[in-house]
């Protein structure tokens, strides 16, 4: 069943008009060059003010409604792990919770091992642990819908794998995820695999035709060999 | 905390208000209606102005600062304090407003113009650097431009009337004057810390704030908008009073654990404890003349401005 309806979404200049309908459950891949519009596409999803187009989920029109039913349908996790203000682990997660549930945020901290982390200013971690912090933030109010733009990028290897089952377990029991990522190694572990390039979607498919079509070599300007990927010249 | 620091400014106020009594009371023995009027008159539209203006320099500083996601962003570093001092001059000396609420506006005007500035040359997302560099560049040209505007003013005496005043001075001011400074600064302020939840989440990221339906160009507009106007009123009645925009939040951010949205309350409650302070520090010591208010909270604001460049260039050592 189609839970997340997005039609003619913009980014202009970056994204041209695109219609996206993503099912209950589906664990989808991102994939592009540089600048293609993979976070534009996500962006737009997350309703950032340049983006024009409709996003609704389970029926509900995003843009109609108060923060904290927004909360309840999507969570946005940005490339950019800055932090400007020493919050501590454990208040950035209580950011994305209405109001402090505390026996929430000890299940994120568990889930995402920060316990030895949970009291530190954010902005003292290293980028790989404040990754940790901020998609603990985006799952706190367990959304419908979770955005995350390039969210194994400096994770240990233990954390990109730990991540993934993460997100498997969490799309089994019905929220959509969508994941920005560069990895053509992780596409055979999601269901769906989104090709995006110049500002649209290319391809979209089951990751493995995905990547077997002759497109999908032009645009990565690479070549499946037997022992991986090799550039294409 | 909380309890504590209302405790605190209530004490102050009253201090502020009765301090010395001897005045008082030599005004009552003569005639007790000579000492209402003296403290109604008198005292009260300095302790107001105070009070007010201390807690609008916190308010604003904490929103801004917030907004840059910069610990040193604040009214006087932005620009914003000696725009309004070149407006309310401009409009007092050049266009001969006498009336307070007009001169209100034209410093909230200068103020807005000062920020307007400072975001057209250094952008909303500017390093610590640019910001401070583009916000004395500016302070520096309406400082001159101030000058200027005096030394040919249609009036022989401006520079010498001015003087006090630019220093930033809370002597001498009517209700009428000390109303037309508070009543936009409060309406301003009550608008910003409506939006104290909306700048908390935009320490996570702008596109994090929209993704919770909260618009970060329009916030940072209203915040910009807003300060100017609660600085700019201020600043047009008692002068630009530098660094309690800059050290209150800083302080109250602590109490709020490092969220810059919330910090904005205690920072406004902080930077009246500090303003009131002052001043009683400028009554405390008898000079012939008083000591203007800027001029204290520049001496003891510098080291502490001092100790946070460098406990923030430690931060990126380390």
Same mark, same amino acid.
Do not use: K
């Given at each position: 069943m189609t839970s997340l309806c997005a039609n003619d979404l913009a980014i202009p200049g970056? @994204?041209?008009a695109t219609d996206l309908g993503v099912a209950s459950g589906e664990l989808v891949a991102l994939v592009g060059p540089n600048g293609g519009g993979k976070t534009s596409l996500l962006r737009a999803i997350a309703r950032v003010e340049q983006a024009s187009g409709q996003v609704s989920i389970d029926g509900e029109n995003i843009d109609r409604l108060s923060e904290a039913r927004r909360a309840r349908l999507l969570a946005f996790l940005p490339a950019s792990r800055d932090a400007a203000w020493p919050i501590s682990a454990r208040d950035v997660i209580a950011l994305g919770l209405g109001s402090r549930d505390r026996q929430r945020i000890d299940e994120l901290v568990q889930l995402f091992e920060l316990t030895r982390l949970a009291d530190r200013p954010v902005d003292r971690l290293s980028t790989g642990e404040r990754t940790r912090v901020l998609l603990a933030r985006a799952l706190a109010s367990s959304p419908r819908l979770l955005l995350l733009d390039e969210?194994?990028?400096? @994770?240990?290897p233990y954390w990109v794998l730990r991540l993934l089952e993460i997100l498997r377990g969490l799309a089994d029991r019905g929220p959509m995820v969508l994941v920005a990522l560069h990895d053509l190694g992780k596409l055979d572990r999601f269901d769906r695999a989104l090709l995006i390039a110049e500002g649209r979607v290319q391809q979209d498919g089951v990751p493995a035709t995905l990547i077997a079509a002759p497109q999908f070599e032009d645009i990565f300007r690479l070549r499946a060999t037997p022992g991986g990927w090799t550039i294409r010249r | 905390m909380k309890i504590l620091i209302a405790f605190v400014i209530v004490i102050l106020a009253a201090a502020h208000l009765l301090l010395p009594l001897a005045p008082l009371a030599e005004a009552r023995a003569l005639d007790p209606g000579l000492a209402q009027l003296l403290l109604v008159e008198l005292r009260l539209p300095r302790t107001l102005l105070v009070l007010g203006y201390g807690a609008t320099l916190g308010i604003s500083g904490a929103a801004l600062q917030a907004l840059f996601a910069n610990p040193l962003a604040s009214p006087d570093i932005s620009g914003a304090s000696s725009g309004a001092a070149l407006g309310a001059v401009l409009g007092g000396y050049? #266009?001969? #407003?006498?009336?307070p609420m007009a001169l209100a506006a034209c410093g909230a005007a200068g103020a807005l113009v000062a920020m307007a500035l400072l975001v057209t040359f250094a952008g909303r997302h500017a390093g610590t650097a640019t910001l401070l560099l583009a916000g004395l560049a500016i302070s520096l040209a309406a400082g001159a431009a101030t000058s200027l505007a005096l030394a040919l003013a =249609?009036? =022989?005496?401006a520079f010498y009337d001015a003087f006090d005043w630019l220093m930033g001075s809370v002597v001498d001011r009517s209700l009428p004057q000390a109303l037309a400074a508070l009543v936009p600064a409060a309406l301003a302020c009550l608008l910003l810390v409506r939006r104290a939840r909306a700048l908390d989440l935009l320490a996570l990221g702008e596109d994090v704030a929209a993704s919770l339906g909260h618009r970060p160009r329009r916030l940072g507009l209203e915040v910009i908008l807003l300060s100017a106007i609660a600085v700019g009123a201020c600043v047009a009645v008692a002068g630009a009073i530098g660094f309690v925009g800059l050290v209150a939040p800083v302080l109250a951010r602590r109490i709020t654990r490092g969220h810059p949205g919330q910090a904005m309350i205690p920072a406004g409650l902080i930077g009246a404890i500090l303003l009131t302070l002052a001043d009683l520090f400028v009554r405390a010591i008898a000079l012939d003349r008083p000591l203007p208010i800027g001029v204290v909270t520049a001496l003891f604001g510098t080291p502490i401005f001092l100790h946070l460049v460098v406990r923030m260039r430690r931060g990126v050592a380390a």
């Open positions: 970056r @994204l041209a969210p194994f990028s400096n @994770l240990e | 050049w #266009l001969g #407003l006498t009336q =249609p009036s =022989p005496f």
